[in-house]
């Protein structure tokens, strides 16, 4: 054992005691790649349905810790989260999933090269059902690299 023993002062025979004192550089270096792999993948993990989306220079919603995503893929498939659905069953998972809280918040992704007319036809659906709080939800554009005029 590697410094784990201290003898008597005095030396010579007697016995040994263990130290009391605990390392923690080896917990310390763990949580930290726990941290960061987590960091990293936690973004990943928002929703698994691929989804072009378009860009636009608005500042980020505040949002729900949990907000509800019902996305349209090129195909023009609609997703609740990661499950296919079709149309007139989307209120009524919509309902299901939100418990009947009509106030939930229901982010709205699409494709950009989706018709306008679907994208609305999911909106008024979800509206239709009740629920108040629908957003669309876009990539955010990347910002100039400089000012314009200076």
Do not use: C, W
Request: cysteine-free; glycine content about 12%.
């Amino acid at each position: 054992m590697a410094g784990g023993m201290i003898g008597k002062p005095g030396g010579g025979h007697g016995r040994y005691r263990p130290m009391a004192e605990i390392n923690v550089t080896p917990l310390v270096d763990v949580m930290l790649v726990l941290l960061i792999v987590f960091m990293v993948t936690a973004p990943l993990m928002t929703s698994g349905v691929n989804v072009d989306l378009p860009k636009a220079d608005t500042r980020q919603l505040n949002s729900d810790s949990d907000p509800l995503t019902v996305s349209i893929n090129s195909a023009d498939k609609i997703f609740i989260q990661d499950s296919e659905i079709d149309l007139p069953g989307l209120v009524t998972k919509l309902n299901a999933i939100a418990n009947g809280d009509m106030t939930r918040r229901i982010f709205v992704r699409a494709d950009k090269g989706i018709e306008y007319g679907e994208v609305m036809s999911v909106m008024s659906t979800i509206a239709q059902g009740g629920f108040t709080k629908v957003a669309l939800l876009a990539e955010q554009a990347p910002g100039p690299a400089t000012k314009p005029g200076g």
